[in-house]
């Protein structure tokens, strides 16, 4: 996992966490306070890189970087964790949803699903399930509930991007205006990220394909079953 400021990696070993400088230099390993498992293990870290989180089987901790030490965030088995952009909540996700909590590690709500983004100012959430995207505020109030199956949210947090039956939408987070980008015939399976710019996605994005800029910055997916793609026809521009 890249840092906030793409300055450093974070890599999960069985000896522990490992920090590698990205520009080089001297490997700093800091060991687990439980044993990792076989099972599959997920980082992240907070805005302001000052905590690296892992979620695995076991629950999801925090390493507090300055002093060296973990803090239990939720117990039991669990797959992601996503802090706030703002730095005020963090969400878990495990088998019955996304569990919001408090920068604290106050429990606030519970969102069904099995993915999450955060808006860019934090104040509310998207979570992917079997039901579609849930539309959400950091304090679990319901704003829309999407057919979707991937989700993404603009950079200036207006809109979501989001791919149902096979095609790429966007639409406000309530839902309103929502409208098709690609053609029937263009099979789109996932949305990735939608960028501020042009800028190269980071090296853990797959064979981006760039969607034409609308006005709110250029919507990036990854993975096609074509291998070419069109302009939106003028109806979904």
Not at 9 to 16: C, K, L, P, R
Not at 70 to 96: E, F, K, M
Not at 191 to 202: E, F, G
């Amino acid at each position: 996992a890249w840092s906030p400021d793409a300055t450093t990696v974070a890599a999960a070993t069985e000896a522990g966490l490992v920090l590698v400088p990205a520009a080089g230099g001297a490997r700093r390993l800091v060991s687990w306070a439980t044993p990792l498992d076989d099972g599959p293990v997920a980082l992240a870290w907070s805005p302001d890189a000052a905590a690296v989180a892992r979620a695995d089987r076991a629950g999801a901790v925090a390493l507090d970087l300055a002093a060296g030490t973990w803090s239990t965030i939720l117990a039991g088995p669990s797959r992601a964790v996503a802090y706030a952009p703002d730095g005020r909540h963090v969400a878990v996700i495990q088998d019955d949803g996304a569990h919001v909590l408090t920068a604290a590690g106050a429990p606030v709500a519970v969102v069904p699903g099995a993915s999450v983004a955060w808006s860019p100012d934090g104040r509310r959430l998207a979570v992917v399930g079997v039901d579609g995207v849930r539309v959400a505020t950091a304090t679990g109030e319901p704003v829309a509930t999407l057919a979707g199956t991937s989700v993404a949210w603009s950079p200036d947090g207006r809109r979501l991007a989001y791919t149902a039956a096979g095609r790429l939408l966007i639409a406000a987070p309530d839902g309103a205006g929502a409208r098709a980008l690609t053609r029937p015939d263009e099979r789109v399976l996932r949305i990735d990220a939608w960028l501020a710019d042009a800028r190269p996605l980071p090296p853990d994005r797959v064979a981006p394909r760039a969607v034409p800029d609308l006005g709110h910055g250029p919507l990036v997916h990854g993975w096609f079953r074509d291998t070419t793609w069109s302009t939106p026809p003028a109806s979904a521009r």
